[in-house]
């Protein structure tokens, strides 16, 4: 138990009915005090367990007094833990993934795989929550009127500007992916007043993606961001869509980021291609006819040539 004298706590806010509780106690985290977040912690560790554990249980495993776990309730906006114990199985009855488990070398295949799908899927239905749609509108619009399209990332982000490219030149305007600093520099250093660059960044604070973004910026580029809110790269972006990072980088963790920013790029492109009309619909149908003759003839077993 920790020897500080209990305070007394006020009751924050009330939790909007539809607000997952799991992810609002990683969301306040950092604002919680030493000893409740020993509490968020044991929560976290097994959801299902805390919900259906007695206060002084909860208490002994987060190695609190009885009185902590009722102000960590508090400071949730819940009236005790009774309410705590409600909210979390609806967290759970609604089938979201309610914590990005640690994998760990004494983990099974079944196990770690498990905790990668969690992981991954609670970070999408975190970043579905907070989706922004007025920003997700403004990048349409910008995207559908650029003259040229780039998108900038390195290493994970890398690959996830080449499928960016992928999904993009399929529309009726240039689109290139650019990985290599030095050349995302070069090709900064030439765009005008029609350019659109995305910048793809997990944390944005990578130097020279910074670096680049303000020199696309001086040459009259707009500049779209997938990225951290209230990062550095964010700040020097017109367009912002915040994600929240879902990465710890002194823990292995699956990439979960690359995959919401995946699903971002395709709500993009599906909002250009919607708005260019159903007359822009023949245009994808010639550049998937296209790809037929590449394809394997399953009925037949043969190669089709080009």
């Known amino acids: 138990m920790e020897g500080d004298i209990e305070q007394p706590a006020l009751r924050q806010a009330p939790l909007e009915e539809s607000a997952n509780i799991i992810e609002e106690i990683r969301a306040r985290g950092p ?44 400071s949730l906006g819940c009236a005790g833990f009774p309410e705590l114990k409600l909210r979390l199985a609806q967290s759970i009855a609604r089938g979201v993934p309610f914590v990005n488990r640690h994998v760990s070398a004494e983990d099974t295949t079944e196990t770690y795989a498990g905790k990668i799908f969690d992981a991954t899927t609670s970070a999408l239905s975190r970043a579905q929550d907070r989706l922004d749609m007025a920003q997700i509108g403004q990048a349409v619009d910008a995207l559908a009127s650029a003259s040229r399209i780039s998108f900038f990332g390195i290493g994970g982000s890398g690959a996830v500007a080449v499928d960016a490219q992928h999904k993009f030149v399929r529309l009726d305007v240039p689109a290139i992916a650019q990985s290599d600093i030095v050349m995302q520099r070069m090709q900064a250093a030439g765009m005008d007043d029609g350019d659109v660059v995305v910048f793809i960044s997990n944390t944005g604070c990578t130097i020279s993606l910074i670096e680049n973004a303000r020199l696309a910026a001086s040459r009259g580029a707009k500049l779209l961001a997938l990225t951290a809110a209230g990062s550095p790269l964010a700040d020097v972006c017109d367009i912002v869509i915040g994600i ?30 919607l708005g260019r009309g159903p007359g822009f619909h023949a245009r994808l149908a010639r550049i998937k006819e296209s790809l037929r003759s ?13």
């Open 294 to 306: 590449g394809r394997t003839d399953l009925a037949e077993g043969r190669m089709i040539e080009l």
């Open 244 to 273: 929240d990072p879902v990465e710890d980088a002194d823990i292995y963790v699956p990439m979960a980021s690359r995959i919401v920013h995946l699903v971002i790029l395709d709500i993009l492109a599906t909002g250009v291609i």
């Open 31 to 74: 604002a919680l005090t030493p000893a409740e977040r020993k509490v968020a912690d044991a929560v976290l560790d097994d959801p299902a367990a805390a919900m259906k554990s007695s206060t002084a249980v909860l208490a002994r495993k987060a190695g609190v007094s009885d009185p902590t776990v009722n102000r960590f309730c508090l």
